[in-house]
């Protein structure tokens, strides 16, 4: 009789990250994200000028940006580089015959990571449109974001596993009638598998502190576009009001910090918890990325800054008068420095 076990012991010593793990993931998540964003500002770009670019030869562009980081070593798997239909294609891997070139027309689906030496795995994906997008689009794109805010922001009690958790991401598009075949997380290895056993979002073994997971929910249109967004998150302890029965609750650290595309987000979608998730998000990957990028590639330090506005909700009127008093001061000290 063959039996099979989700929960090994040896992949689940793996799977939870020591503290020199934990510090060599995010390390090596900071880099790849600088990487990502010259890439994506880079490719931006050169659609615009019209310059052509393809999904493969945008994917060697994309390793140059990740090979001036001081830890790489490798890609950690064949990008998903996917223009317009090809985005449909979950698993789609671009070959000379599939190649296309990257226009303003459609949706841009990039699904890539490497091998950093500080001790990562990194696997991060985003959807961008470098014109103007279709509300179809837009929508989709925002349902998937919301799922995937849902799951980062959760806070679950200790015996939680990932499928227990797994129709937060999903709630949005099954709302619409939606839904994506395919996991929504999987474990991530600290320089190791892409792909790690014992935690994601298909099995109940609980999660515990220390685990690394994807939040990747996706929405796909045979024939005419896919859109996933993927985020690698850690599991923590959360810090909760009241703690029932002397419980551990956990939720999740982000770990990915590569923008969003603005344009792509229909805002008025969105719950105010959702945009102050995006909000303190943007934040952090202008804090933690930003000194990266700021000197070496100035202008891919601007376009990053553009992409991570804060987002003030119309429903909140306090922060329209909180940032109201912000650009006040600014303004002032703009003024004084005159
Ligand atoms: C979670 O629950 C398990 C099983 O009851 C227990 O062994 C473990 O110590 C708990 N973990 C935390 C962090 O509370
Ligand atoms: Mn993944």
């Excluded at 980081?69 to 000379?96: C, L, R």
Aim: aromatic share 10%; proline share 4%.
């Amino acid at each position: 009789i063959k039996q099979y076990s989700e929960d090994i012991p040896i992949q689940r010593i793996k799977a939870i990250k020591n503290e020199h793990e934990v510090n060599g993931m995010k390390e090596g998540y900071l880099q790849d994200a600088a990487a990502k964003i010259q890439f994506l500002h880079w490719i931006q770009n050169e659609v615009k000028s019209g310059r052509t670019v393809t999904e493969l030869s945008g994917d060697i562009k994309l390793r140059e940006f990740r090979e001036k980081q001081p830890d790489f070593v490798m890609p950690s798997f064949g990008s998903i580089s996917a223009f317009g239909p090809n985005g449909a294609v979950i698993h789609y891997k671009s070959t000379e015959e599939t190649d296309v070139a990257i226009t303003d027309k459609d949706l841009y689906l990039l699904d890539s990571g490497g091998q950093y030496k500080c001790g990562a795995t990194t696997d991060t994906t985003r959807t961008m449109h470098f014109g103007t997008p279709a509300d179809r689009h837009k929508e989709a794109y925002t349902r998937v974001l919301m799922g995937s805010i849902d799951l980062s922001l959760c806070i679950f009690i200790n015996g939680t596993g990932g499928k227990h958790i797994d129709a937060l991401p999903r709630q949005h598009l099954w709302n619409n009638g939606w839904n994506y075949n395919h996991g929504t997380g999987h474990g991530i290895g600290a320089m190791l598998n892409v792909h790690e056993g014992s935690f994601n979002t298909r099995t109940t073994v609980p999660l515990v502190a220390n685990v690394f997971m994807s939040d990747e929910p996706g929405y796909y249109e045979d024939n005419d576009y896919g859109v996933r967004l993927e985020t690698v998150v850690m599991v923590v302890e959360a810090e909760t009001k009241y703690n029932f029965g002397d419980a551990t609750f956990f939720t999740f650290e982000e770990v990915s910090f590569v923008p969003f595309d603005p344009k792509l987000i229909k805002y008025e979608l969105m719950s105010e918890r959702q945009i102050e998730w995006l909000n303190d998000y943007n934040i952090k990957i202008r804090e933690k990325v930003g000194p990266r990028i700021k000197d070496v590639n100035p202008e891919a330090y601007e376009w990053m800054l553009g992409q991570t506005e804060q987002v003030v909700s119309d429903s909140d009127s306090q922060r329209v008068v909180y940032s109201g008093v912000i650009l006040a001061v600014q303004m002032f000290c703009v003024i004084m420095m005159v």
